[in-house]
């Protein structure tokens, strides 16, 4: 079945380690995008990337870091600068054509501790 | 600054009833609007959308209406049924943003028997 997977679903750390979330989608997508979000809030970008080997910052990018070396996959890293990364955080993809909308896989729960 | 905003952050209605969420947004360029229905603890999945050139849009028991010149859509269920209970994110994208969605903070919506 085509979709976008995350792993794992839920993870727990401790505060001031690094910890990278995956993000895979069969779907032949060339856009992917990481969302985190917090309650009551909406989705918020954290970061975005077009094509293989290119990413952009999205509106709360500061300690976080991606790479896209592959079309299918563009994992997150939550650094020890990000403030308060306890959230829930969802990765989408969306193929070409301005109209399609995203599709998002089922997130990842994060929990500094 | 929100560009996208749903001012009702829950909304109880009856099964059988229509349910009406609403939506606003400020910025003028967002030209492709869409509607998302989110579970806790799963991502979201995509409802409906419209684009600008629409004032509505129709899918089975969903329809999406906007109104361009007040900056509003809504989303109308009808009728509500009980698995119809969960969060709506409106969302807005504009032409050449390469998909980079804006969202809404969400209304929970809460289908009574």
């Known amino acids: 079945d085509g979709g976008i997977t995350q792993s794992p679903k839920y993870l727990f750390r401790k505060e001031g380690q690094n910890v990278t979330l995956s993000c895979e989608q069969n779907?032949?997508?060339?856009?992917m995008y990481w969302y985190r979000q917090d309650p009551g809030q909406g989705l918020r970008l954290i970061y975005y990337?077009?094509?293989?080997?290119?990413?952009q910052k999205g509106d709360i990018a500061e300690g976080y870091s991606v790479s896209r070396e592959k079309k299918e996959s563009f994992p997150l890293t939550v650094t020890s600068a990000q403030k308060n990364p306890t959230a829930f955080y969802l990765c989408?993809?969306?193929?070409?054509?301005?109209?399609?909308?995203?599709?998002f896989g089922p997130g990842t729960r994060l929990t500094v501790l | 600054d929100q560009q996208v905003k749903q001012n009702s952050p829950s909304l109880s209605v009856q099964e059988g009833r229509i349910s009406i969420l609403n939506c606003d947004y400020t910025?003028?360029?967002?030209?492709?609007f869409l509607w998302y229905k989110k579970y806790p603890a799963e991502g979201p999945t995509f409802l409906i959308s419209i684009s600008s050139i629409k004032d509505k849009n129709e899918d089975g028991r969903f329809t999406v209406f906007l109104n361009k010149s007040a900056k509003h859509l809504s989303l109308h269920i009808v009728p509500s049924q009980p698995g119809d209970s969960a969060v709506y994110f409106c969302a807005a994208k504009s032409l050449g943003s390469w998909g980079k969605l804006q969202f809404g903070a969400g209304t929970q919506v809460v289908v009574t028997p």
């Open positions: 989408a993809s969306t193929g070409q054509g301005v109209d399609n909308e995203q599709f």
């Open positions: 990337s077009q094509i293989v080997n290119d990413f």
């Open positions: 910025n003028s360029m967002f030209d492709y």
């Open positions: 779907l032949n997508h060339d856009a």
